[in-house]
C-alpha cells in the first residue's frame, strides 16, 4: 500500500536525471515509456501509474491534448448524471468541465501519491488523463476490470494550431515565446505533450478493436456533425441509455446544447473562473472549429503533414 511504500523523493530524482529530455512549447518534456510526458505532471503521472485502483464504476476519459477533452467532460458528466439534477442546476452552470471531472496525473496525482477520492467532484468516479494506452494503470486495462474508456480524437492539424494557441496564453514572461514553425517542427517529431501523437492514437484505436465494449473511440469532427447521435451512443456505451420518454422530451438535445462550445464559453465560470491547475477556464475555448488549421498552416507545411499522415496511419483504418 502507499503506506508501506513512502513517496520516495530521492528514487524519483534519479529516474527524472536518468530520462532524455527536451525543451516542449511550455516547459520540459521528459521521454518515458516511449512518449512524452510534460515535466510538471511526470511525478503525477508516476504515481497514478502505479497506486491508482479502478472501480468497475469508474468512468476514464482519454484524450490528446487539445483533442476535444472540455466537451467530452462536459458530455460524460451531462450524461451520467442526469437523473440526480434538473439540467437548469447542473453545476456545469457553475463550475468549469476541469474542477467537475479532474485530470489524474495533473490534478488528483500532482501533489499525492494517495489522493483522497471521497473529495472527488462526482460520483461514480469521472475521471481523465493523457496517459497513453501502453502506459495506463493496470487495474484500467484489467481484463476483469469493468470500468470504461472513453477516447476522443481529433484531426492533428487541428490539434497542433489548438495547442499552439493554447501554450501562448498560458506562456509566462520568463519563458520564450515559440514560433509556429519551430513548434510545427517539434510537433512533426512527436515532440509535444504525450506525444508522439499517432502512438497515442493508434494505442487507442487498437485497444478498441479489441475490445471495443471497454473502450469507445469518438473522434470530434464525428461529434460536430452529429452530436445527437453521439450523445446517444456515448449514454449507451456508459450504461445510460437514454429512454424513449426522454428522447421524446428532448433531453439528448439538451444536454447536447448545454455542453455545445457557445453556451460553454458564454457561462460566466468560462469566462472569469480558473481550472484545478489555476489556468483561466478561458483558455479551454478558443472557436472550437473543424479545419481551423488552414488559416495558419503554410502549404509546405500541409504537404508534409499528409505524409506523415498517409505514412502512420495508412495501414490502420483511421482517417482524419
Ligand atoms: P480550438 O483551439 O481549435 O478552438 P481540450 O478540451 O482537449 O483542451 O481541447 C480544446 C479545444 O476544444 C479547443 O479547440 C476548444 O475551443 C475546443 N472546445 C472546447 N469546448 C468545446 C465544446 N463544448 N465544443 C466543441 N469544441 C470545444
Redesign the pocket.
Known amino acids: 500500500s502507499q503506506e508501506e511504500e513512502p513517496w520516495d523523493d530521492e528514487k524519483f530524482q534519479e529516474l527524472v536525471e536518468s530520462l532524455p529530455k527536451a525543451k516542449g512549447y511550455y516547459g520540459p518534456l521528459y521521454f518515458y515509456q516511449g512518449f512524452w510526458c510534460p515535466s510538471f505532471s511526470f511525478k503525477g503521472f508516476i504515481s497514478f501509474q502505479k497506486y491508482f485502483q479502478a472501480l468497475d464504476t469508474d468512468i476514464i476519459l482519454v484524450?490528446?491534448?487539445?483533442?476535444?477533452?472540455?466537451?467530452?467532460?462536459?458530455l460524460i458528466f451531462s450524461i451520467a448524471n442526469r437523473h440526480k439534477f434538473s439540467l437548469q442546476d447542473n453545476p456545469l452552470l457553475n463550475l468549469g468541465?476541469h474542477s467537475l471531472v479532474p485530470f489524474l496525473e495533473s490534478d488528483l496525482y500532482l501533489k499525492t501519491p494517495n489522493p483522497n477520492f471521497e473529495n472527488c467532484p462526482n460520483h461514480p468516479r469521472i475521471l481523465s488523463t493523457h496517459t497513453p494506452y501502453a502506459s495506463l494503470p493496470p487495474s484500467i486495462k484489467d481484463d476483469h476490470s469493468k470500468c470504461k474508456i472513453v477516447y476522443?480524437c481529433?484531426n492533428p492539424m487541428?490539434v497542433f494550431?489548438?495547442y499552439w494557441?493554447?501554450l501562448g496564453k498560458l506562456r509566462t514572461e520568463n519563458m520564450e515565446p515559440m514560433s509556429m514553425d519551430e513548434g510545427f517542427e517539434m510537433f512533426c517529431q512527436g515532440i509535444h505533450g504525450f506525444g508522439p501523437f499517432s502512438d497515442h492514437v493508434l494505442g487507442y484505436w487498437k485497444a478498441n478493436e479489441e475490445n471495443p465494449n471497454k473502450i469507445l473511440f469518438l473522434k470530434?469532427e464525428d461529434?460536430?456533425e452529429d452530436i445527437t447521435f453521439h450523445v446517444k451512443e456515448l449514454a449507451k456505451f456508459l450504461g445510460f441509455p437514454f429512454s424513449k420518454e426522454e428522447e421524446d422530451r428532448g433531453v439528448v438535445e439538451e444536454i447536447a446544447r448545454l455542453?455545445?462550445?457557445d453556451?460553454?464559453?458564454d457561462l460566466e465560470v468560462n469566462k472569469s473562473g480558473k481550472s484545478p491547475l489555476g489556468y483561466p477556464n478561458s483558455v479551454?475555448?478558443?472557436?472550437?472549429?473543424v479545419g481551423?488549421w488552414r488559416n495558419f498552416l503554410k502549404p509546405s507545411m500541409v504537404e508534409h503533414w499528409e505524409k506523415l499522415l498517409q505514412e502512420k496511419f495508412d495501414k490502420s483504418g483511421l482517417t482524419f
Open positions: 484524450s490528446m491534448p487539445k483533442s476535444g477533452t472540455t466537451w467530452l467532460k462536459a468541465p476522443v481529433r487541428d494550431i489548438s494557441h493554447y470530434y461529434l460536430k455542453c455545445s462550445f453556451s460553454l464559453k479551454f475555448f478558443r472557436n472550437g472549429e481551423n
